[in-house]
């Protein structure tokens, strides 16, 4: 019986942070367009928001789809190291894409059988779970530069992240407050995913 609330905890875990990750990532999409405009990006690498957005959408193409091979934008150039960077995101998100398949699989399963207790948490679990992020918020809003460079140095173990805008002139829309807003966009899809523990009458 002990190993149940133990199963359940790792599973939900792993689907929040799953979710999440691909949540915040397909909302980028929308969120890429609002941040061009509203900071003007566009003129920076004097290229329409249309040929910036068909360039992003072919950066996530690469990014989520597992047949992707190779990245190609059509009108930004990718150095070398930025290929390997985008190719070790590509490794993560696919991950990702596979956990949240399998908890997927995992989930109807058991709903059809009966037995979602295997995977429940207590109300009071899932609140631990959402007060954790709370707790980092303040430090990654108060300098959240910091906060993406200790981000890059847990998850990667190179320098391959640095861009040059000369050679990879994408980041430059690519903007530190863009990332900002996918940190946050996935932290809300997170905080969503457990308050549904919270807000259930079980």
């Not at 990702?96 to 109300?123: D, H, T």
Request: a positive charge.
């Amino acid at each position: 019986m002990k190993r149940k609330p133990i199963i359940a905890v790792v599973y939900n875990l792993m689907m929040a942070l799953a979710t999440a990750t691909l949540g915040a990532v397909v909302l980028s999409w929308p969120l890429l367009a609002i941040f061009v405009k509203t900071q003007k990006t566009d003129l920076i690498v004097r290229k329409s928001l249309g040929t910036i957005m068909k360039n992003y959408t072919q950066l996530l193409d690469y990014l989520l789809l597992p047949f992707k091979n190779k990245l190609q934008m059509s009108d930004f150039p990718t150095s070398p190291s930025a290929a390997r960077h985008f190719y070790e995101c590509k490794l993560l998100f696919e991950l990702a894409i596979i956990v949240f398949i399998v908890g997927l699989i995992i989930l109807i399963f058991l709903k059809m059988r009966k037995r979602m207790n295997y995977i429940y948490i207590s109300k009071t679990t899932a609140l631990i779970f959402m007060i954790l992020p709370v707790i980092i918020l303040p430090f990654a809003l108060m300098n959240f530069d910091e906060f993406f460079i200790s981000f890059h140095h847990l998850l990667f173990n190179n320098s391959d992240w640095l861009f040059d805008p000369t050679t990879d002139p994408i980041i430059n829309v690519l903007t530190e407050e863009f990332f900002a807003g996918c940190f946050a966009t996935g932290g809300i899809i997170y905080e969503l995913y457990f308050s549904c523990f919270i807000l259930t009458k079980k």
